[in-house]
């Protein structure tokens, strides 16, 4: 069953601009991860974020988790055209380190 | 460091025929690896969680006689699509996770499967 939820489903921006997407999850987790991919691609692993976390950063991403809430967001900021991808998130419930994706969010990227 | 590959990129087959794809770890040992299955503009669902030297663990729904999987060595996992029907079509990714690290998985770049 899918464990995440992602909001926005799609989202269009102007380079420069930032985006933020949303992961909501139904029970409690470990840890989260983002993933982001390119169109026909793999995965490529962006930040994780433990239980006991609740933000981090990496570059011009950042990551905050709100496990009262179940939910996760990320924030790209300065936006590239680049950056246009898919971005899910992925949650270990179990701690057995086998991550439950979630629907995703769409970004693009306009230059 | 950290890379995974998928053989093959893609692959077109008649219905009924297996078709068997290959997921490596170049530069480390992979204890486990996972399989997923990935619908146009859909999410991963997780099929299978692979341990090198046993069986797989298959998740809910998953017909385990339908998609085999050998993890054979640390480094070498294969998924087998058995009886290939149109409705498996689909994009097949295959991660790793290293021996010592514990959360992160590296993906493979992919296979897409068309079955006719």
């Known amino acids: 069953s899918q464990q995440g939820e992602e909001d926005p489903q799609a989202l269009s921006i102007q380079e420069g601009e930032n985006a933020t997407m949303n992961c909501s999850y139904k029970?409690?987790?470990?840890?989260l991860q983002w993933y982001r991919q390119n169109s026909g691609r793999g995965l490529v692993h962006l930040i994780l974020?433990?239980?006991?976390?609740r933000e981090k950063h990496s570059g011009r991403l950042r990551v905050t988790l709100d496990t009262s809430k179940k939910s996760s967001s990320l924030l790209i900021t300065a936006s590239r055209a680049a950056d246009t991808a898919s971005y899910f998130c992925a949650t270990d419930t179990s701690g057995t380190y086998k991550y439950i994706f979630g629907t995703g969010t769409r970004l693009k990227v306009l230059a | 460091g950290a890379v995974v590959s998928q053989h093959p990129s893609w692959v077109i087959c008649k219905s009924g025929t297996s078709v068997k794809i290959e997921c490596r770890s170049l530069?480390?040992?992979?204890?486990?690896m996972f399989w997923y299955r990935q619908f146009p503009k859909q999410s991963l669902m997780l099929m299978a969680t692979?341990?090198?030297?046993?069986?797989?663990?298959?998740e809910q729904g998953v017909e385990k006689d339908k998609f085999l999987i050998n993890h054979a060595s640390l480094t070498l996992s294969t998924l087998t699509v058995t009886s290939a029907h149109p409705e498996d079509s689909s994009f097949y990714i295959c991660s790793a996770r290293r021996l010592a690290g514990k959360y992160t998985q590296y993906f493979g770049p992919g296979t897409r499967l068309t079955v006719l």
């Open positions: 974020i433990r239980s006991n976390e």
């Open positions: 530069d480390f040992q992979a204890t486990t």
């Open positions: 692979s341990n090198e030297g046993s069986k797989a663990t298959y």
């Open positions: 029970t409690s987790i470990n840890n």
